[in-house]
């Protein structure tokens, strides 16, 4: 038996995965809190074998980093393949070698012909990242191969992401069962409906206590995820791209990174460390030291109907109410009047735009804001230039079904990759350009992993080109949110509905696993233009104040009222995001269901800020106690209320925050609560504190 253990993290975000091999590929007998410095893993391993008992193989076959099916395995096999002529291929794999490094392991198995390499990486921030490669002396065909395998604990539940357009990102808390819990998204994204992300939540688990494990898969070209119950009892979690998403035979594949996270801390502390490592690692921004300017958007204000006179009165009105960034979206390029024509012809109209975007620009630059613009580059319409002149630069069959009229460009081959980055390029040349809404409205009509692979290399060489420019991902909305994209973007769009009652229960969940800095929240329309519901400008403000805020309307309709209480929220915003954009977001287990709130806390624990949301009417009179998470419980905090003004009218009694402020300590505000005065359905409280 050898024995091998990789540690990550420090104090209370610190991890340890440490793993057996018997002379096969290893498996791992620890995954968790971290284990002590001098723990014996020979005898770790040794307790960890199980007895036999009737109705079993004389052995017990290896839950190993890559179950083998040639080994009478008898659950999801991690890896299935065939020859390049399709005869199935059943390979046994023997242990060579181990390669260690200061935070790194590299396990080398080997079976005839094939090598299979699984790497683990501990990363500065506390995450432990896993890829599995495989290589082949002669071409194979890859139907399923999965990230380095990780036991699942034997107590809690399940926890997933489900989601549609203009609603995503909710939790579907499943029991374990035997059998398999299957999410696969072959739609070639991420996806709204499943995205790569998973949650093993201990017996008790809540946001802010217990055992939780949790797996994230940097992918953004369709997934699978297998949680798998044997019929001995034991437990495995599998990830990785959609099955058959490897196309053509060929001799070298590999996983993405599945992100591996253990917290003692509850759900708010896999949140912390998925939040500080999508901000500190994997997103590369490109002036680290700029704030997150303050957004505007002009979709829902005019959507295809541009003209210079218009969007100049709304940049106006923008920068009074105090915007820094102010982005062109879609219409501007080919004739596009509609969503059914030129997609793919990246030139300016010169009917809307005859003297280009340089009129608009400058008008914008005067009123003291940056410029972005809308692309959808993987796309194309088939009433486009580009399509007439090259037809068989679409992905998929001639006879397939359009969505939102429109088809997608093959990124595996790089003359369509060479004429985006020029068509993108020239654009961001000609123009001074510092973001880019970079959009994917359409599900791919085969699942391809080279399509991902494609989009990264695009995406790689425009930054490389432009390395001042930030770009979003959107995909209608959150339908490619994932590390994968994350390492080549700065922020995400994490819904297209800005719907502030729909965004306060998304923004809540995402926080699991993204930061605010690169969550964009917007502003929206008196009415939703999504779900036609009328919210006042309190709330919709305050919620898009929780992430990287931004505004999405025509401002042209404010009132004087509307307008005051947007540049109050705007002003606060900016005096707060310095610490907020690289603070930490704990969700809090609200005693009362129809209140959604979380606490911001500072990286240096000196202030926090705590939104609470009030969703629905309460079943019971009066609020129930907020019991904050996150702080010091022996600091003692100056608490103020910042919105007194939104109390209702109904709210009449002696609270204390409508009046003014008061100090208490962490532990009270954790054990006991915070009293909250009445509000209205549609009711955001701001409260602020600060360590005195």
Request: charged share 20%.
């Amino acid at each position: 038996m050898t024995e091998f253990r990789l540690d990550a993290g420090t104090g209370d975000q610190a991890q340890t995965i440490a793993l057996t091999t018997a002379g096969g590929i290893p498996e791992v007998i620890w995954w968790g809190a971290p284990l002590p410095e001098d723990e014996d893993l020979a005898q770790l391993a040794a307790a960890s074998r199980h007895d036999l008992t009737g109705g079993m193989l004389d052995v017990l076959p290896s839950l190993s980093l890559c179950p083998e099916a040639g080994r009478a395995f008898q659950g999801q096999p991690g890896l299935v393949l065939s020859a390049a002529d399709g005869a199935p291929m059943l390979p046994s794999f023997t242990f060579e070698r181990v390669e260690e490094a200061p935070g790194r392991l590299r396990l080398v198995s080997v079976a005839e012909g094939l090598r299979l390499t699984h790497e683990l990486r501990a990363y500065p921030t506390g995450v432990i990242g896993l890829t599995t490669v495989l290589d082949a002396k002669q071409p194979v065909r890859l139907h399923w191969l999965a990230a380095p395998v990780l036991p699942a604990p034997q107590e809690g539940a399940i926890i997933d992401v489900h989601g549609k357009w203009t609603r995503e990102f909710h939790l579907n808390h499943i029991d374990w069962t035997p059998g398999i819990r299957l999410r696969e998204s072959r739609t070639g994204r991420s996806g709204h409906e499943h995205p790569p992300y998973a949650l093993f939540a201990g017996a008790g688990a809540t946001n802010a206590q217990g055992a939780v494990w949790a797996l994230h898969y940097g992918w953004s070209g369709g997934h699978r995820m297998v949680a798998e119950e044997l019929p001995d009892g034991r437990r495995q979690v599998q990830f990785g791209h959609a099955w058959g998403a490897e196309t053509k035979p060929g001799q070298h594949f590999q996983t993405a990174e599945l992100l591996a996270l253990w917290s003692g801390a509850g759900l708010n502390g896999i949140a912390a460390t998925f939040q500080r490592d999508i901000r500190d690692r994997v997103v590369t921004w490109p002036d680290p030291a700029r704030p997150r300017p303050v957004h505007y958007n002009c979709w829902e204000a005019i959507y295809f109907d541009h003209n210079l006179a218009d969007l100049a009165a709304i940049a106006d009105r923008a920068a009074d109410m105090g915007a820094e960034r102010f982005v062109l979206d879609d219409g501007w390029f080919g004739r596009r009047d509609d969503d059914t024509t030129s997609l793919g012809d990246w030139t300016v109209d010169r009917r809307k735009w005859p003297d280009g975007l340089h009129p608009l620009i400058d008008h914008v630059h005067r009123r003291g804001m940056t410029f972005g613009l809308w692309f959808e580059p993987e796309m194309v319409n088939p009433d486009s230039d580009l399509m007439r002149a090259h037809p068989d630069w679409m992905l998929g069959p001639a006879d397939q079904v359009t969505g939102r009229n429109q088809m997608v460009l093959d990124l595996a081959r790089p003359e369509v990759r060479e004429h985006l980055f020029n068509a993108v390029s020239e654009i961001l040349a000609e123009y001074p350009i510092d973001y880019i809404k970079w959009d994917h409205n359409r599900l791919l009509p085969v699942v391809d992993a080279a399509q991902a692979r494609g989009i990264y290399d695009l995406l790689s060489a425009l930054r490389r080109a432009h390395p001042g420019v930030e770009i979003e991902s959107c995909a209608s909305g959150g339908g490619r949110i994932d590390a994968g994209i994350l390492a080549h973007t700065q922020r995400v769009w994490l819904s297209d509905s800005i719907d502030g009652i729909e965004r306060l229960r998304m923004q809540h969940e995402a926080a699991l696993f993204l930061p605010a800095a690169v969550t964009g929240s917007h502003v929206g329309a008196r009415r939703s233009h999504t779900a036609g519901r009328v919210l006042p400008m309190s709330f919709r403000a305050w919620v898009a104040a929780q992430r990287h805020f931004g505004f999405e309307m025509d401002l042209r309709t404010l009132t004087e009222e509307e307008a005051a209480t947007l540049r109050a929220v705007t002003g606060w915003w900016k005096a707060n995001r310095h610490w907020m954009m690289a603070g930490t977001i704990h969700r809090i287990d609200s005693d009362d269901p129809a209140v959604v709130a979380e606490v911001q806390v500072a990286a240096d624990g000196g202030r926090f800020v705590l939104f609470a949301g009030q969703e629905v009417t309460s079943m019971q009179i009066l609020p129930r106690p907020l019991r904050l998470t996150g702080l010091d419980p022996a600091a003692r905090y100056r608490l103020r209320l910042v919105n007194p003004e939104d109390a209702p009218p109904q709210s009449r009694g002696p609270n204390v925050l409508k009046s003014g402020e008061v100090i208490l300590s962490g532990l009270a505000l954790m054990q006991k609560g915070l009293h909250l005065p009445v509000a209205w359905p549609a009711t955001m409280w701001v409260v602020e504190g600060e360590c005195v």
